[in-house]
């Protein structure tokens, strides 16, 4: 618009003819630079497909809820009152657990995962059922290391990682307007760690987008607590709702808790990881007492 206006204007004024040309040339070149600047950056943006941040790494949120329509994905399931949603939707909250919390939080799940390890770029640990990546495999922690697995962790970790658990689901009732005792922790529960090195397994493959309820069946409520910072400790590795009209994120930041309706309301994806490494823990909830499970503890 500017250029066009520039050359018009300069067509009136006989006395610039000559230095037209040139001009004309130089815009012509200046806006040949500007294309393939653009063209360029969305190139270099083409996997930046984002098109709305609920959540900065850099804010602090009192706590964001968005409510969505739920899918019919619950329907196929056993029907609990008062605990399988009839409302649905997202929240995300700086305000439950405190850095400080997650950084200790954090010590459980490096001191746990450092017994092993994927080959490929993901590894979990899973406190409750003792699984543990190791290679292309995964081993039971509790029977791999018997008695000497008290070495490793201490009461007061799994009394740390209980309190966090039930401020979560507190978290989740409160903003859902459901009883917190309907509630039941189900597995998958467990802290994962990400890093750019390439997948092995399809294990290691964590950004596909999937509906956490058609994955496992059980999901009525799926929480991430956030262990690491989004451009501090890690880049890419950013969660992704992807809706029908836009791709909406939470960027990772130690002690966030995101949570949502575990149907496909909830479409979503985790960002490869492209540098450093990233924790995080994934805290389920069902409403069907038959599957809960219990929390950890040494036996
Ligand atoms: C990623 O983690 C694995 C262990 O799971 C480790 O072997 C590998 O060196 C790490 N890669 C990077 C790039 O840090
Ligand atoms: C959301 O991102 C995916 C890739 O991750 C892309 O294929 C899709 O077109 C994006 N959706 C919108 C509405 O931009």
């Known amino acids: 618009m500017v250029v066009v206006f520039s050359v018009l204007s300069m067509k009136k004024d006989r006395a610039l003819r000559e230095g037209q040309r040139t001009w004309l040339r130089n815009a012509g070149l200046g806006a ?23 959540a900065h790494h850099g804010e602090v949120l009192a706590g964001r809820f968005i409510e969505v329509p739920c899918s019919e994905d619950y329907d196929s399931h056993r029907r609990f009152e008062g605990c399988t949603p009839r409302r649905c939707g997202r929240g995300i909250t700086d305000s439950v657990i405190t850095r400080e919390e997650a950084e200790r939080i954090r010590s459980i799940a490096e001191k746990g995962l450092s017994l092993g390890g994927s080959d490929g770029g993901a590894s979990i640990l899973d406190l409750h059922s003792g699984a543990l990546s190791v290679g292309k495999h995964f081993v039971n922690l509790y029977r791999y290391f018997g008695d000497r697995i008290h070495n490793v962790f201490s009461e007061e970790d799994f009394r740390l990682y209980r309190h966090v658990r039930r401020k979560v689901q507190l978290t989740i009732a409160d903003a859902f307007g459901i009883s917190s005792s309907l509630l039941h922790l189900t597995k998958p529960t467990f802290f994962s760690r990400m890093n750019s090195t390439e997948a092995r397994t399809a294990h290691d493959e964590y950004w596909h987008a999937h509906v956490d309820k058609v994955t496992y069946g059980s999901f009525d409520y799926t929480s991430l607590l956030y262990l690491s910072d989004y451009l501090e400790d890690f880049g890419g590795g950013r969660f992704v709702f992807m809706d029908e009209g836009a791709n909406r994120t939470v960027e990772p930041r130690a002690g966030r808790v995101s949570f949502f309706t575990s149907g496909s309301e909830n479409l979503h994806r985790v960002e490869k990881v492209h540098w450093g490494t990233r924790y995080a823990v994934t805290i389920a909830f069902t409403c069907n007492p038959d599957h809960g499970i219990a929390d950890p503890a040494f036996t």
């Open 32 to 54: 040949g630079f500007v294309l393939a600047a653009l063209l360029l950056w969305s190139s270099l943006g083409a996997e930046d497909d984002v098109a709305e941040v609920l």
